[in-house]
């Protein structure tokens, strides 16, 4: 089992004994980004975290992921987010482009016509 779904597991039973049924998880689809991000080397290992007492009734948990900034790999927490409508959310992906480089490609919320959420620098 991958530390995702270690995580998942361990959330569900620790909601379970707060007579919640499921950690509620985004609506997830491929990842449709465009163009990589070339990186020199792949992020760490997943790192565990706690999920905390859902903020809201229409919230799904996004589980945290590394994220590249610039020269080094940033870790994002997990958190609570109220879906976007008509949105599905893909898993960051990474791998290696035809020149042998490593290309990344963020995660986050996207649409069907392929258009990818604003990043947060932007």
């Known amino acids: 089992m991958d530390i995702r779904g270690l995580l998942i597991s361990s959330g569900c039973l620790w909601l379970g004994a707060c007579n919640e049924s499921a950690l509620p998880l985004p609506k997830a ?3 449709q980004t465009q163009s990589a991000i070339v990186v020199p080397y792949p992020p760490p290992p ?3 975290e706690i999920v905390p007492a859902k903020t809201g009734d229409r919230v799904v948990w996004i589980d945290g992921a590394w994220s590249w900034d ?3 790999w940033v870790w994002q927490r997990g958190r609570w987010e109220v879906p976007p409508t008509g949105a599905h959310h893909a898993l960051p992906k990474l791998e290696q482009l035809p020149d042998g480089s490593l290309g990344w490609y963020p995660g986050g919320w996207q649409w069907p016509n392929k258009q990818a959420a604003p990043t947060r620098d932007e």
Do not use: F, K
């Open 29 to 31: 689809g491929p990842n």
């Open 46 to 48: 997943a790192r565990p």
């Open 70 to 72: 610039r020269r080094r």
